[in-house]
């Protein structure tokens, strides 16, 4: 294996996951191979991710192509294949479906390792996986990655307050 980059937040001799099976779901990294997937999953749920994930109108909107979303899948694998961030399509266990995403990233306010953003579609989150993905998320992350500490925005530390950390952090 290659040395991690310099700037890397995680261990040269850390290997992050590239499939995760759980119960009634799995993890593999976002990428070309799901394209369709990711993409179907995000515009069912537009509005939905618009007003819990994005807190914003630029992602997703009505107006993303397939190929838009491709572009997007070879920049998380470059980003995942450089060590500078790791980004899961979370799957139905045939891989046919998307049913929302997991983000671990570097984290810009000190005194945290990591980031780790999640969101679900529309339909899971009424049939309360986001919940589920959440809990089984952090234990995840706590039982198999490097870190100390992890910042969930919107979830354990309220988005206002984690935009101001990254605000005065210049993130």
Do not use: N
């Not at 995000?42 to 192509?65: D, K, N, V």
């Amino acid at each position: 294996m290659a040395a991690a980059p310099a700037h890397s937040f995680i261990p040269a001799d850390f290997d992050p996951p590239t499939l995760v099976e759980a119960q009634g779901f799995k993890l593999v990294p976002l990428g070309p191979d799901v394209v369709e997937q990711d993409y179907a999953a995000y515009m069912s749920s537009i509005e939905h991710l618009q007003q819990t994930f994005s807190r914003s109108t630029g992602w997703p909107h009505a107006g993303l192509t397939l190929a838009d979303s491709m572009v997007d899948m070879e920049s998380e694998a470059a980003r995942f294949a450089a060590r500078e961030s790791f980004a899961y399509g979370v799957l139905t266990p045939d891989g046919q479906y998307e049913l929302g995403s997991v983000y671990v990233r570097p984290s810009p306010v000190a005194g945290y390792d990591a980031v780790v953003s999640l969101w679900v579609t529309k339909a899971q989150y009424d049939a309360g996986f986001d919940a589920v993905l959440y809990r089984w998320v952090r234990d995840w992350v706590a039982r198999e990655w490097p870190f100390e500490k992890v910042a969930y925005p919107g979830r354990a530390i309220a988005w206002d307050e984690w935009d101001a950390l990254a605000a005065e952090a210049g993130g």
